[in-house]
């Protein structure tokens, strides 16, 4: 009763902090803006959250705003989705990546040293896929040769996020030519502003350059500069990526189900709130929504009793990227023909803009993000499941 009590304190506070400071209109004002308004609008969104202490809410308690439980976490998250707050896109690698593999991998001194950085608001890109590595990481190609104290870099990763606006990257490389691929990598830290970085933006299809490619010659990064050892990268990796789970899919999939409306005021707008097919879809969306929902808490649950299982995390990301297509999709088919026309690139905010085209477009990005649908089917089949990794080979005879 008391911890109820308490959390639902939380909330209030919460709540009447959003209330009064989430910007009035932002979206609006996000619609057609040039990048430089969006890293304005970002930059002031995160200094607000960062003094309140809701920036940083899953860092440990001597960093401000940290020490928070799960259950606290999750209250706020859910509180961020309610009040339709622009999400921290051009920081989300620097508290969620960056922060998290700093705080389980990283050295004291690593941690002492970036930490303030980034809560001083330093933004961090992410250095993983590669023109020919995506969701196959361990095939990627970018060296790192170690000449002294220092590691040489060379090579290009392609899809990074906000790059262009980056201060640090984190890089994964490969140091050695192992038997086994996973085991030839290594994890840095590189300063985005060293010599011979060059970071060129990716012209969407959408109108965005939401990511980035970037080319590394001959770029020098002491091994201070390292997390962990020396081919040990795949291990610290997996750290970056299980940040992209659990309370990120609480906020996201909140937002999707607040974003509902949307498609109830289109069905309104266009005339056809009667139409039975349309009616019946909506209603399986709804329902899929809550589930997503409900999916991603009892996760969160299941992580604060301990009682979380090899998988878990996949289901939930899977869930979520499954839903959130069929979400654009109906928004698309209700919208019809005139939903077709440009209504305005909106940035900042998530795959729920209205704007049916492009939302539906920009959902194929979790069906890759944080790993592909089909390695996190993998994952399941393999670590829920117990299936064999090696299909069976089945001898056929003739009949």
């Known amino acids: 009763m008391v911890a109820e009590d308490s959390a639902q304190i939380?909330?209030?506070?919460?709540?009447?902090w959003l209330q009064a400071?989430?910007?009035v209109g932002w979206r609006q004002a996000m619609t057609n803006s040039e990048q430089a308004a969006f890293v304005q609008l970002q930059r002031?969104?995160?200094g607000k959250l960062s003094a309140a202490g809701y920036a940083t809410p899953h860092w440990p308690s001597e960093w401000p705003g940290g020490g928070r439980s799960l259950a606290d976490q999750k209250v706020i998250y859910e509180e961020v989705a309610r009040a339709d707050a622009p999400r921290l896109i051009l920081f989300f690698v620097a508290l969620y990546h960056a922060a998290c593999t700093l705080l389980e991998c990283g050295s004291d001194a690593q941690r002492q040293t970036y930490l303030p950085k980034i809560l001083a608001?330093?933004?961090?890109c992410q250095g993983f896929s590669e023109p020919n590595a995506?969701?196959?990481?361990?095939?990627?190609?970018t060296r790192a040769e170690r000449r002294g104290d220092n590691y040489v870099i060379n090579g290009q990763k392609t899809w990074s996020t906000m790059a262009q606006y980056a201060d640090r990257c984190l890089l994964l490389a490969r140091t050695s030519k192992a038997e086994v691929p996973q085991a030839g990598l290594t994890y840095l830290l590189v300063d985005m502003h060293a010599p011979g970085v060059t970071v060129r933006p990716i012209a969407q299809i959408t109108g965005d350059d939401e990511f980035a490619e970037i080319f590394f010659d001959d770029v020098e990064v002491p091994i201070e500069e390292r997390i962990g050892e020396e081919g040990e990268g795949w291990a610290v990796a997996q750290a970056t990526l299980a940040s992209e789970r659990g309370l990120t899919l609480v906020e996201l999939s909140h937002r999707m189900r607040y974003a509902l409306p949307l498609i109830a005021a289109q069905m309104r707008d266009s005339g056809r709130e009667q139409d039975a097919a349309l009616r019946r879809d909506l209603g399986r969306l709804i329902a899929r929504v809550d589930a997503t929902c409900a999916l991603a808490d009892r996760y969160l649950l299941k992580r604060i009793s301990g009682e979380e299982a090899a998988g878990d995390a996949s289901v939930v990301k899977l869930y979520y990227a499954t839903t959130l297509r069929e979400f654009s999709l109906l928004g698309s088919r209700i919208a019809g023909l005139a939903g077709q026309y440009d209504r305005g690139f909106m940035r900042g905010a998530t795959q729920e803009t209205g704007n049916w085209p492009v939302d539906f477009i920009n959902s194929f990005n979790w069906s890759i993000a944080g790993g592909s649908n089909e390695i996190q089917r993998n994952i399941i089949a393999e670590r829920m499941l117990g299936m064999p990794r090696e299909p069976r080979s089945w001898q056929m005879t003739a009949r």
């Open 10 to 16: 939380l909330r209030q506070q919460v709540r009447a």
């Open 21 to 23: 400071n989430v910007p």
């Open 44 to 46: 002031q969104w995160f």
């Open 121 to 124: 608001g330093e933004i961090w």
């Open 134 to 141: 995506g969701s196959d990481l361990a095939s990627l190609k």
